[in-house]
C-alpha cells in the first residue's frame, strides 16, 4: 500500500508548525450548546481537528448510545463558525453516507467496528468513489493483522489519505491502564507501512486523565504523528467516559508540554556515539542469541531424557519455578520483572514444542 504522503490531510494541518497533529473533542456530542462551547475554546487553541462522538457503540442496552443525525448538523456549524475541520466516527454504510452528505471533512472507524470484517467491508462499499480522509482505530483485541486488513479493505476503494489510531487493546490482566497499550504492535505497523500517520489516543488507552500526558508523550517519542484527546467542558459531568476526558484548559497544558523529538542526529559526535552504542546492542544481542541457543540444546538433552524414562513433557511445578525465580532475578537486576515474566513464556512455550517433538519421534 501507498499511502498519499505529499497530498495527506493530516499532514498538511501540521506542516511547518514542529508540533503534533491535535485532534480533540469530546467522547460524546451531547447537546449543541455543549459542542460549541468546547469548539470554541479549542479553536483558540490551534486544535488542528475536532472530533465528536454521534454514534456511540456500548456493550449493554440502555445506555447512551449517541445523539445521532442532529449531531452533525451541530458539527456542520462548527465548521462555519470557527472554520475547524470535524471528524465523527462511522459504523457501517449508512453512517457513512449520512456523514459525507453533511460534509463531515474526516472519518474515523472505532475499535469495535475494525474486528469485524463484514463491518468494514460494508463501510468501504459506502466509500466507492468517494475522496475522505479515513482514520483506522485499532481493533479490540491485539491482532495486527485485522488492523493491517481494515486499512487494506479502505486503500481498495481508492483512498490512500488514510491514517492509523493506536488506542490500546482489551486485557484480561490489571493494568494502570484502561486498553494495555501493547507498544510493539504499533510499532511493527509503522515498521511496515513508513507512509502511514499514526496517531495515538490516550484517552483510551489511560482511561483515566492523569496518564493521558506520559502516553502521549511516550507516543511521540515513538514517533508517531499526533494525539487524539478527548475533551469536554464539563468532564466530570460527561455522558460517556469521564474519567478519561479534560477540560480545554488541561488540554492546553499537555499539548504545550508535549516535545517533538528530532527524527535524526545532526551533530556527527552524537552520531558516532549512538553507532558506537549500537554496536554494543549488537555484540549484547549476539551474546543473547548464544546463551539461548545453549539453552535450547540442554532443553533437548532434557526432552530426550524424559522420552527414555516415560515422563510426561509438562511438569506443571517447574514452569511455576521458572516464571517466579526469573522474575525475581530481573528485580534484583533491575530489570521489569513483568517483561522477564512474558519473555520466558516464550521461552518455556518453545521448549515444551521441543520437547513435545522429541517425545513422539
Known sequence: MEF?????????????QGKPLVIAGPCSAESEEQVMQIAGALAQQNVHLFRAGIWKPRSRPNSFEGIGVQGLEWLQRVQQTFKMPVTTEVANG???????????????????????????????????????????????NPDLALWIGAIERIYNTG????????????????????????????????????????????????????????????????????????T?????????????????????????????????????ELVNRAEELRLQIDAADHDIIAALAKRMALVEQIGEYKKQNNVQV????????IFSSRAAWAAEAGINPDFVAELYKLIHVESIRQQTQISNE
Open 94 to 140: 449508512r453512517h457513512v453516507e449520512l456523514a459525507l452528505k453533511h460534509g463531515i471533512d474526516v472519518l474515523w472507524i472505532g475499535a469495535r467496528t475494525t474486528v469485524n470484517p463484514f463491518a468494514i467491508q460494508e463501510i468501504a462499499d459506502a466509500l466507492q468513489g468517494v475522496q475522505v480522509p479515513v482514520m483506522v482505530k485499532n481493533p479490540v
Open 232 to 268: 469536554h467542558n464539563r468532564p466530570d459531568e460527561a455522558w460517556s467516559d469521564a474519567e478519561q476526558q479534560v477540560t480545554p484548559e488541561t488540554l492546553k497544558n499537555i499539548t504545550d508540554k508535549l516535545q517533538v523529538r528530532k527524527v535524526t542526529y545532526d551533530d556527527a
Open 159 to 230: 483512498i490512500t489519505d488514510i491514517a492509523a489510531i493506536h488506542r490500546g487493546f482489551s486485557s484480561y490482566q490489571k493494568s494502570k491502564y484502561r486498553n494495555a497499550p501493547v507498544w510493539q504492535i504499533p510499532i511493527e505497523l509503522k515498521a511496515r507501512f513508513q507512509a502511514l500517520p499514526v496517531i495515538v489516543d490516550p484517552s483510551h488507552i489511560a482511561g483515566n486523565r492523569e496518564l493521558i500526558f506520559p502516553v502521549s508523550q511516550k507516543a511521540l517519542d515513538l514517533g508517531y504523528d499526533g494525539v487524539m484527546i478527548e
Open 4 to 16: 498519499n504522503n505529499k497530498e495527506s490531510f493530516f499532514k498538511n494541518l501540521q506542516a511547518g
Open 314 to 321: 509438562l511438569q506443571l511445578e517447574r514452569w511455576k519455578e
